[in-house]
């Protein structure tokens, strides 16, 4: 099946900084998403972007479908920014998840 | 209704016991998935249903382990005899269709399994 990889897997950031993470994929897809997991468990949705650029607020996505990657940018980072990102594809059905990224936000 | 609905939101079980944990889907997506979360770790597949074609049981990690949707809404998973590796979150999820693009998934706030 398709093979899902983020990085880094641990980031931490003073309160208004800039970040980047990373998904890469194996295969082809007709979905990806970026999900935020609250501290409550609760998962997010943040884009559905299997392709293109799309901005929300501070947050923005990239996807290079060719090149197989997505990028999530997180701008001016606040303390509530802080929890685990995780990317999520699919060629199929079946939606896999990579293993997260836990971002930490200092205020 | 509004978001994707599960139930119990926490349960607490004895080793052996079997459990029931339901999710009511966004009414109107055909799709409905199983994830398992255990602390700490990312999201594990177990079930996939779509419309009334056979489910994708692939992921389920063992034959205790079940899951059936009625009607093609409403679905419960099943655990017998529960064992405390068992204890994790799960999460439903449901989407409009099952393939293609456009099919944005939407997960519940998850049912959260204690085994002691």
């Known amino acids: 099946g398709i093979q899902v990889e983020q990085s880094p897997p641990d980031l931490i950031l003073q309160e208004g900084a800039n970040s980047t993470l990373r998904c890469n994929f194996s295969?082809?897809?007709?979905?990806l998403q970026w999900f935020h997991q609250n501290p409550w468990g609760q998962l997010i949705n943040l884009f559905y972007?299997?392709?293109g650029t799309k901005q929300n607020g501070r947050l923005s996505a990239t996807t290079v479908a060719t090149e197989r990657y997505s990028l999530l940018y997180i701008s001016s980072s606040q303390t509530t920014d802080s929890g685990v990102y995780f990317c999520?594809?699919?060629?199929?059905?079946?939606?896999?998840f990579g293993e997260g990224t836990q971002l930490t936000v200092n205020p | 209704g509004a978001g994707v609905s599960q139930s119990p939101s926490n349960k607490v079980t004895e080793k052996g016991k079997d459990v029931e944990l339901r999710c009511d889907p966004i009414s109107g997506h055909t799709a409905l998935y199983w994830y398992r979360q255990s602390l700490g770790q990312g999201l594990e597949f177990l079930i996939y249903?779509?419309?009334?074609?056979?489910?994708?049981k692939s992921g389920l990690p063992s034959d205790r382990f079940s899951a059936e949707r009625t009607g093609g809404s409403v679905s419960t998973l099943t655990i017998q005899r529960t064992q405390q590796e068992d204890s994790a979150v799960y999460l439903c999820?449901?989407?409009?269709?099952?393939?293609?693009?456009?099919?944005?998934?939407?997960f519940g706030e998850g049912s959260w399994l204690t085994v002691v």
């Open positions: 295969d082809s897809v007709n979905n």
């Open positions: 999820a449901s989407s409009l269709m099952g393939q293609g693009l456009g099919n944005t998934i939407y």
């Open positions: 249903f779509q419309g009334n074609s056979a489910p994708d």
């Open positions: 972007i299997p392709s």
């Open positions: 999520a594809a699919r060629p199929g059905s079946r939606l896999t």
